[in-house]
């Protein structure tokens, strides 16, 4: 028994070695399950509320710092005023010319602008007792320190305190938000010696002709300068982005730079020279540049704060209040007792029309502003809805050039019964309004009265005037055929004769089977049409393709030079 006791009492002796630290830079980003880390110190003063480990935070609402896993924690928003924590660093063996850098989140609101704060200290030993304090910090941007920054914020003092050191962190509780901590680094030498580096770069793929508004944020502990030289490529020319600081005082600078709007698919790349102000200096990677597709005549994703949309509207029956409206996740369970989870397909809303299940009448339109429609417009978006339902529920796509007449475009009943689990963009020819001013309304109702039994969902409205990888053509007199050319290096055409107007899809497979793309039109006219391919953006080699509609099935092999 005493052997082992004395063994134990050795791991014990070697670990509170290993919390000696002599290597600079020190981090402690809170990462590892263990907390306080290995050799920290974290108990509370006043109170029982002491620092935590958290992943996710709330009140306010705070992921860890720089798309971390985790950060620390002190728990204001329950710990009552005076409440108070530490939070001690393991011995740190400094020099003469230290520099200690944390990033805490600062948060703005109204009603919770309370002076919860932590006081950083340095001591040589692990403990308040006779400790200097660096400075008091506040969570609440309109406490000390007084900057405008919100989210996460760097601070950084120099510490004059040769040899054994611990910094101390002290959570003082005003009873108001939480207080979290993230990125904790001590060096043993203040210089500058690294250059900046990217955080992130936004903006970067835009619709064609579109300018493009790049966001970059750079970090350095350094201060940086008003502007940064960015080196854009494109189509193999270069060309300076001149990058403008517009915020950033300590940590985290962000600047913004345009380029000129480019043709559809044109790609490129930018580096941007990195220099602080110190003169330390670098080359960023390159980061690649899109401009991709038309920009559509209407686009709607139901994203805003407002529903309907501004120059939308929603007219419907009178008693019941279940009409068109936005919704986020949407748990709904149909008449026939089928539970469904619906998500929206694109962003975190969606347009929907659910069923009344208090029986009152419904007959309810969701109509877009007019549109102009030009040459080659389709309409697309994602649907979820009930497909050739049995209990004579109608979901239509319908448009008008004058608001009163309604030609159907779409219609749920055509298709094979099931339900459209947000599966396919539907895509819809505008051709037949081309010079027109539309409305397109997405109209649900009962066949019989009463209330719909199903819910509908829509999302992602666009109408392009364009559709650049994949375009139709007005009916024309050419004779049927395959691809044409073929083998091809831009552009295909494939040529087609329909018996009666209706449904077209088309998919495209790569050599090894794998489907690069597909896409329903819903309405294309009898006689001969054409569905132009760009392959711009297609590797060389072989593709399949194969077309369905009313009539059959037919396909044939593509060759992209
Ligand atoms: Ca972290
Ligand atoms: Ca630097
Ligand atoms: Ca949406």
Redesign the pocket.
């Known amino acids: 028994m005493k052997r082992i006791y004395f063994f134990l009492l050795l791991a014990g002796w070697a670990l509170q070695l290993q919390a000696q630290i002599t290597e600079f830079p020190y981090n402690e980003?809170?990462?590892e399950e263990q907390f306080p880390p290995s050799g920290w110190l974290g108990y509370p003063i006043v109170g029982n509320t002491e620092f935590v480990r958290v992943t996710v935070g709330e009140w306010p609402a705070c992921l860890?710092?720089?798309g971390?896993?985790?950060?620390a924690q002190y728990n204001s928003f329950n710990a009552s005023i005076g409440k108070s924590a530490v939070l001690i660093t393991p011995e740190l063996i400094l020099g003469d010319d230290n520099v200690l850098r944390f990033w805490f989140y600062r948060s703005e609101d109204p009603s919770n602008n309370r002076h919860d704060k932590i006081e950083v200290y340095y001591n040589s030993t692990p403990d308040l007792e006779g400790a200097t304090l660096l400075d008091s910090i506040s969570r609440a941007v309109n406490f000390y320190p007084v900057v405008p920054a919100k989210g996460w914020y760097q601070y950084e003092f120099t510490i004059d305190n040769m040899g054994s050191t611990h910094i101390i962190f002290k959570a003082i509780s005003a009873y108001g938000w939480k207080m979290y901590l993230?990125?904790v680094e001590v060096n043993t030498s203040t210089l500058d010696l690294d250059p900046p580096v990217v955080i992130s770069l936004d903006g970067t793929q835009v619709y064609a002709q579109q300018p493009m508004n790049l966001e970059l944020v750079v970090r350095d502990v350094s201060d940086m300068p008003e502007m940064l030289e960015g080196q854009a490529t494109i189509e193999g020319d270069t060309q300076v982005v001149e990058m403008t600081k517009t915020s950033g005082t300590q940590g985290d600078f962000t600047y913004h730079g345009t380029i000129a709007g480019q043709l559809d698919h044109t790609e490129g790349e930018i580096k941007f020279w990195l220099i602080d102000e110190p003169g330390n200096a670098a080359w960023s990677d390159n980061y690649p540049l899109h401009w991709d597709w038309v920009k559509p005549i209407l686009e709607e994703s139901f994203e805003g704060e407002d529903f309907p949309p501004e120059n939308w509207t929603v007219t419907g029956q009178p008693l019941t209040w279940l009409t068109w409206d936005d919704y986020g996740l949407v748990y709904y369970t149909d008449s026939d007792g089928t539970e469904w989870e619906v998500y929206p397909p694109h962003g975190q809303r969606q347009a929907a029309v659910e069923w009344d299940f208090q029986g009152n009448d419904q007959n309810e339109w969701l109509i877009s502003p007019p549109i102009a429609i030009t040459e080659n417009a389709v309409l697309t978006f994602k649907t979820f809805v009930r497909l050739n339902n049995y209990d004579y529920d109608e979901y239509l796509v319908r448009a008008s050039t004058d608001g009163f007449t309604w030609e159907n475009l779409w219609s749920a009943a055509d298709y094979p019964a099931g339900v459209s689990n947000y599966d396919d963009d539907i895509t819809l020819s505008l051709n037949s309004y081309v010079g027109q001013e539309v409305r397109i309304a997405w109209q649900a109702y009962n066949l019989y009265g009463g209330n719909l039994w199903y819910s509908w969902f829509v999302d992602d409205v666009k109408i392009r005037a364009t559709d650049t990888l994949v375009g139709i053509n007005k009916k024309n007199d050419l004779p049927v055929s395959g691809a044409f050319p073929n083998p091809f290096s831009a552009f295909t055409t494939i040529r087609f004769k329909m018996q009666q107007a209706g449904k077209v899809s088309l998919n495209v497979f790569r050599n090894d089977g794998r489907k690069i793309f597909e896409r329903l039109f819903y309405a294309l006219p009898a006689g001969f049409n054409e569905i132009k391919i760009d392959g711009t953006q297609l590797p060389s080699g072989f593709y399949y393709y194969q077309l369905q509609t009313s009539g059959g099935t037919f396909g044939g092999k593509l060759i992209r030079r």
């Not at 971390?68 to 950060?71: K, P, T």
């Open positions: 980003g809170f990462e860890p710092h720089d971390s896993v985790a950060m993230d990125d």
